[in-house]
């Protein structure tokens, strides 16, 4: 069973970084692109970044600049380095992993059919 | 980029009635790449629907999903008492990928 662990998360204060992390198994990580979604506290689904098999970047105009995202396929692990952090980043972050190999544009053409449980930034003084 | 607006924001229904969920694109979603997901409470989204009528794995045939262009729709035929959640349509046609802002369906 795929399995997305993310960890790293907690409080922070305004204008700091963070290191977030998402540990998969179970499939053949090297060959998805992967994501990474936030919600924040009782809102919705936003989509922050994503990475391609060949190491393309993308990101959300809110994180673009602050956020970023990389891969290490030798650990099957996902990254999002955060700085410059704002309040308004404070959400949980799930790491998401698409249906299908065959994606364009960081996962475009897929759903996403596995999630992690999510870890929570607080940004907050 | 594509907004999608879901209606209603929330829909009160009994356990045996039939939720029509609403998703509308603010442009054409190509190939019909919308997807619906389930979340509940302090839990991740659950992959339901892609491609906006083929259920994801292990979904029960009580949801079905239609549509196309820019009207898309979910259906949960007869409501179980786990069907009560947050469902959310997602575009994954066009760069970024979107959420709608999600219908909560709650027990009447």
């Known amino acids: 069973e795929v399995q997305l662990v993310e960890s790293g998360g907690g409080l922070v204060q305004p204008g700091g970084s963070l290191r977030l992390s998402c540990a998969a198994s179970a499939f053949t990580f090297r060959n998805y692109a992967m994501s990474w979604v936030r919600q924040a506290p009782g809102k919705g689904l936003e989509w922050v970044s994503a990475i391609s098999k060949g190491l393309s970047t993308y990101y959300a105009d809110s994180v673009k600049g602050r956020f970023t995202i990389s891969r290490d396929n030798s650990k099957n692990t996902l990254y999002l380095q955060m700085s410059s952090l704002r309040a308004e980043d404070t959400a949980v972050y799930y790491c998401?992993?698409?249906?299908?190999?065959?994606?364009?544009?960081?996962?475009?053409?897929?759903?996403?059919?596995?999630w992690g449980q999510g870890t929570l930034v607080t940004v907050s003084s | 980029e594509i907004v999608l607006t879901q209606s209603p924001g929330t829909l009160s229904l009994s356990p045996g009635e039939r939720a029509t969920l609403s998703c509308r694109a603010s442009q054409s979603v190509s190939s019909s790449y919308l997807a619906w997901y389930q979340q509940k409470p302090g839990q991740a989204p659950r992959l339901l629907m892609y491609?906006?009528?083929s259920r994801a794995t292990g979904i029960s045939d009580r949801f079905s999903g239609s549509g196309s262009g820019t009207d898309f729709s979910l259906t949960i035929s007869r409501l179980e008492p786990e069907d009560f959640a947050v469902y959310y349509c997602q575009q994954y046609a066009s760069s970024p990928r979107t959420f709608g802002q999600g219908t909560r369906l709650e027990i009447k």
């Open positions: 491609g906006a009528s």
């Open positions: 998401a992993k698409p249906e299908t190999t065959e994606t364009t544009g960081g996962g475009m053409g897929s759903p996403f059919d596995s």
